[in-house]
């Protein structure tokens, strides 16, 4: 069988952040995420990972990641193997290493990179000690001592193959998403989230060149990383990107919102001497007004409604704006994370 | 390859009680598990499911079941996902939610039918609240919700594949299992069991038209829907079912026995207002002599003796009956679960 | 396709000790694990146990025998089950057995049998009970009743995997490693170690007519078996086997060095009439000085460094030892786990 060029054409990359791509790259995998959706629905074989072995290391729960990325190995005729910390001796930064419980991710990379062909991750939250940014220097320092792909499944600052399903669900509405007003705001949620999802969301939409509209309260703001790399993505792809701290600004006349809940930073170090995360809730309590209903949704241009799951409902979202199918993208979202992973493990471990 | 005619030909269906399904359809299953049986035992390569992925939610433990179906799908060319509840999060009733640690199960079903082939699902006391129903509740609102079949791995009402297993183990023995008086009976552990395996014992029994016998002691009726299920196969079938309370007057001239523990309903609810362990550990350690000995088989007509594992051995039977090959089917039916199994998922997700 | 005629040449065989088998036996696995490493980095496909599973066993955390033995079947084009105790019932010793949380191992043994192709089992440490010798039981009990191929993938006594991973690092370096001086020493861990390493070590060095000899402060004896069997290893392959009480007299002219801490047995039954695990800790606690340094490594002849993983850096080597390419074996070691797991695999479940 001859494989599609497309197989190894980024072999040995790392997938930790989707702005490390350009935006031609970036469309070069929504081009083959497309092409391996059409093949999944028509029950073509993609045995372009055939004898390969992807391991997935997974610090905290996963629903669409663990499956979307089990399944697609094995439809690529791969095998993934589930990792659980505690099956394993902790892959762990060398100043957090306790003896008997732990090993160092020098030494984890470098013998995983013997056995298999990828080393995916997912670290954010209590397994990164709430301390932010310390989860993606773990995927880093992955990165830097394996010698086989490694792939961000979402640590603490980005989730890049949410972004790449969410860019693949707006381009399928909007095939050409330039200057569509793209709303990725905060929404009200008791439990405590990452900064991944927005983060990769605004870094998203601004390399499409999209108007974005980052919303929330006072006190959840973005890293200034982040903020900086949207900026200059819309100096070289065009768009805008402006910061509102209010809800209903933000949906008027939008074309997508993303309403998603993230913790408010301040409470956290860096930004803070120690982990707060009462002080974080009590916080984001005052908040309880910014859910997604229908009222909010009639303000806008008929947008799509967005959320990368799992969304918690009566909280960050009402049930009949997430359940209304002619306009909530939340099943198309989760299903593209299975393709787009597809086409970069395609693409880098082929 | 050409796949034999059976593969697909239930596509699409639930499995979710042996009596959802008519005799003819069962028996076909069986046809199927025989041809897959031999084909495994002759080494003869079965790719029916090529490609195609099955996910299984295991609340509770398990040997058999996980690991029948594990390799019964890698026997078909596909591939099973093995998810504990906590490594996801927690798929759960619209009542039972908790922020951030379940996710509604009308989600996970549609997200998971994106990824894949067919659901599977083994949920039962501790896991199911030890409401009674409950956890079947749990299987029918992701057959609700699958477009893809979903199976029922072992619930607290239904333990259908194991069902298919035991009706397989009877016929290899009589291949006519009309009239043969076949025993189900309580039989004492200080545990606490669902009551899957008798209910599906007496629906399959008088299924085929055998002389059904159901022997407990006092407070452990099966559910009122299971007794009427019965006496309708019976009409529809033939055969007969009768309940008696004495273990003795039951084995008489048996040709099967069935001797199994489970728990008492009247300390659970929608019996009891609050679950009662206590009560009921209490109540069924009054009958410790319920159990299966050399005794009771002499009082048979050279019955066989039957058990879906695992046996509390010293409680619910001796060593010397479980472990005796002449006449134990103990393993054969731990074996036929692999192949009805392969049998019916060749038949929904074929 | 053909396949190599090693596949299947020791066809049933349990491996449970490396010096269960005969040195031409032992040679033979590190041809076909060369051959197998060969193709597997020209990415030939050896589909040699294609449909083929195995169950493994996990009663302990594993990084490299896990990912080696899971990834090595699936490149044989087989699949391998990762099973925790607590997902099935527990399978246990008759004397160990608790109600309704664990299952005879003669019945999970006789169960797997008929799903699948062979049984790897990992015990030793707490999940042995700390009583020496108990977890090496607890795979001999599988062995007896399974009617597929056992394999140890570490017990309390032996660790026949790394002992072949280890000899194949050796003769990659030393062709013929008669005669080489090999040590296999005690190293300081904080932690408790099984047996299991050094005596595997110092079995198959002496097989292969090295020059072996064993350091380790008194108290640190190994088994008076493994001892023997060493003795009379020499006695039938030439080489010698000695035993010191110093670390600096045995690293003086060595070839190769295998530092690695284990536990004083006096501390645990049968040589102790309870578990005393902070006695252990606290006689160990004095050979502090017994670690791998540059100093110890001079006095050889430039003698390669050899461990198993995970290496307790900084109390049984210095970084700057284990880390140093130019004589560390360290991850070659590792490499080879799976390869000669491959060629085991192969041979007996082929």
Redesign the interface.
Known sequence: MEFPRYVGSMRGRHFLNTNDFTRDEIEEVLRVARDLREKYRS?V?TPYL??K?L?ML?YN????T???F???M??LAG?A????P????TPTLPEDMI??QT??IA??A???S???DGIAIRIYGDAAKWHIGRGHRVIQEFAKWSSVPVLNMEDDLYHPFQALADIMAISDVAPNPSGKKFVVSYAY???LKPLAVPQSCVLIGTMFGMDVVLAHPKGFELEEGVMRACRENVARYGGSFTVVNDLRTAFEGADFVYPKAWSPRAFFPPYNNRVDKEGAVEYQNRFKDWICNQDLMDLTNRAKYMHC?????G?EVTDDVIDNMSYSLY?EQ??NR?HVQKAVMSMVMG
């Open positions: 029950r074989p055939s004898g072995t391991f997974f729960r996963s629903l669409r663990r499956n979307s089990e399944a697609g094995f439809q095998h193997h589930f990792l659980s505690q099956d394993v001796y003896p008997y090993e160092s030494d984890v470098r013998v995983l013997r056995y298999g949620s008791g439990g799951g799992p969304a918690d409902r909280q099943f989760a299903e299975l």
